[in-house]
């Protein structure tokens, strides 16, 4: 999410460098200044800029303007970075070296001052639309009652037959430890290392067979038929099958879905980020960057007829 977030944004750290680089060196050189030769050709300041402008301008621009009005709107910007480096030389040092740079390069990442860079811009784009969230009792209550739900929790030994997790299902029922057995058995190398313990979920985040097995459970049990899917057959216990508990018990997590579900609301968090930059007055004198940030404001605009047309329809 946090890449799909960011890339949504249309953040390029590259393109940003190359960008201020090139501003900087602006007012030193005269646009007819030749900047290299190729034997009789000659490239111009003008040229570089120009083409420079029809790669990546609009891409640039953007983040220019974003990275800006994001720092204008955040307490401390400093503060932010730091935790960002911090956060990045901790996952890092968690999984190595060679693991990291596999992560990078799956990300489309550079290097690992891109990967703080993106990280940065995360942390500032989540405290300028949390700020604009609405957190009342009054507010996270309605998401309880209307959207909210207990997320699932279980572990699973997964094998490739029948005949093997009913033996597992045997072996359990005989007193074998789940947690020993998964490390044992299970082929899902991602959860068996950890005693088969997923990550918690709700609806459509796992296969059906798995999801219906854990909802149709109880709390502490063990599926005895083995559950059948795509990948194998599973055996599940069953930490919480995912039945709305009372609201007080489970605030803080009603809290934290609430605000997941904002972020990923493109309307609402990038119809702040659209606001943000109408508030500061972003002026583009190249007519031929005018909409690197269009869409952004003209979201804004979007968001706010609908929210318009929706008070009116409930008022009627």
Known sequence: MKKALLKTIGLSFTSLAL??????????????????????????KEDFYNEMKSLAGKTTLRSMILENVLKQNVKDADALKKSADEEAQEQ???????QFNA????????????????????NMFQEVV??????????????YDES??????AQQILVKTED??????????????????????????????????LSPFTSGQMVQEFEDAVKASEN?????????????????????????????????DVVNQYKQSKFSDS??????????IKDAKVDIKDKDLKDAVTDLTQLTEQTAESTEAASSAEGE
């Open 220 to 252: 502490g049990s063990v599926t005895q038929e083995p559950v059948k899917s795509q990948y194998g057959f599973h055996v599940i216990k069953t930490i919480n099958n995912g039945t709305k508990q009372a609201f007080e018990d489970v605030k803080d």
């Open 92 to 98: 890092l040092d968690k999984v190595g070296e060679d």
């Open 19 to 44: 960008a201020s680089s090139l501003a900087g060196a602006l007012p030193v050189m005269a646009q007819d200044d030749v900047i290299a030769t190729i034997g009789d050709t000659k490239i111009t």
């Open 130 to 143: 949390e700020g604009k969230m609405d957190l009342s009792d009054e507010a996270i209550k309605k998401f």
């Open 164 to 197: 093997e997790a009913k033996d597992v299902i045997n072996r359990l029922n005989n007193g074998e430890e789940f947690d020993a057995l998964a490390k044992e058995l299970s082929i899902d190398e991602a959860t068996a290392a950890n005693g088969g313990l």
């Open 267 to 276: 309307n609402f968090s990038y119809g702040v980020i659209g606001q943000l």
């Open 148 to 153: 909210y739900e207990t997320p699932m929790e």
């Open 103 to 122: 992560y990078l390069n799956q990300m489309q990442l550079g290097s690992i001052d891109e990967f703080k860079y993106q990280l940065y811009i995360r």
